[in-house]
């Protein structure tokens, strides 16, 4: 199986800044990664697919780049609503594995 | 609007089983591979099972391979998964998702349900 880890497991930031959450596959996954932004007590939403491309209707603060083995999710400028946990997830292969998750706190 | 609806969790005893139904709307229903992922309660996301668009083909995450069946009714609209023998390391909320897909490869789980709880305790 594919194992995916990221880095930080929380993050600790303020309201406008820039923060960046990686994701490193075990193995090779060309540009097959989703980020996920999950609240509390509510389902995962999709954000990020082929490892940069923004999903419809998602704001343009949030940006993914990488491929091969190294990923990056980015949020350029830090909004109330953005405090959240954010996942990342390989398709390239069964089972389509998650990292472990990143928790985002307000500092 | 698009929407999953998740329904049947519940507790249950150890060894004991449970189906989960997933209930579609607002899209095509049969053109989609269908997903089942689950959490733990303060966990993280765990990808449990995949059904394709037809129900020809599954695929089983190793955890419940030969205990969990995926199965769907494209006239109903609706994802199962069925739970046998179930394991306290079983509990966590069940969210059923759909594939979004291009030119047939799935990127990512682009539409999810609010999820149904499963609790496997004596």
């Known amino acids: 199986d594919i194992q995916l880890t990221q880095s930080p497991s929380f993050l600790s930031a303020s309201v406008g800044d820039r923060v960046t959450i990686t994701c490193r596959a075990s193995q090779g996954i060309s540009s097959y990664l989703a980020w996920y932004q999950q609240k509390p007590g509510k389902a995962p939403k999709l954000l990020i697919y082929?490892?940069?491309t923004l999903k419809s209707g998602v704001p343009s603060r949030f940006s993914g780049s990488g491929s091969g083995t190294e990923f990056t999710l980015t949020v350029s400028s830090l909004q109330p609503e953005d405090f959240a946990t954010y996942f990342c997830?390989?398709?390239?292969?069964?089972?389509?594995?998650f990292g472990q998750g990143t928790k985002l706190e307000i500092k | 609007e698009v929407q999953l609806v998740e329904s049947g969790g519940g507790l249950v005893q150890p060894g004991g089983s449970l189906r989960l139904s997933c209930a579609a709307s607002?899209?095509?229903?049969?053109?989609?591979?269908m997903f089942w992922v689950r959490q733990a309660p303060g966990k993280g996301l765990v990808w449990v099972s995949r059904i394709n668009s037809d129900g020809s083909g599954t695929t089983y995450a190793d955890s419940v391979k030969g205990r969990f069946t995926v199965s769907r009714d494209n006239a109903k609209n609706t994802l199962y998964l069925q739970m046998n023998s179930l394991r306290v390391e079983d509990t966590a909320v069940y969210y059923c998702?759909?594939?979004?897909?291009?030119?047939?490869?799935?990127?990512?789980?682009?539409?999810w349900g609010q999820g149904t709880t499963v609790t496997v305790s004596s």
């Open positions: 997830q390989q398709p390239n292969s069964y089972p389509h594995t």
């Open positions: 607002g899209f095509t229903f049969s053109s989609y591979w």
């Open positions: 082929a490892a940069s």
């Open positions: 998702a759909r594939g979004g897909a291009i030119l047939g490869v799935v990127y990512g789980l682009d539409v």
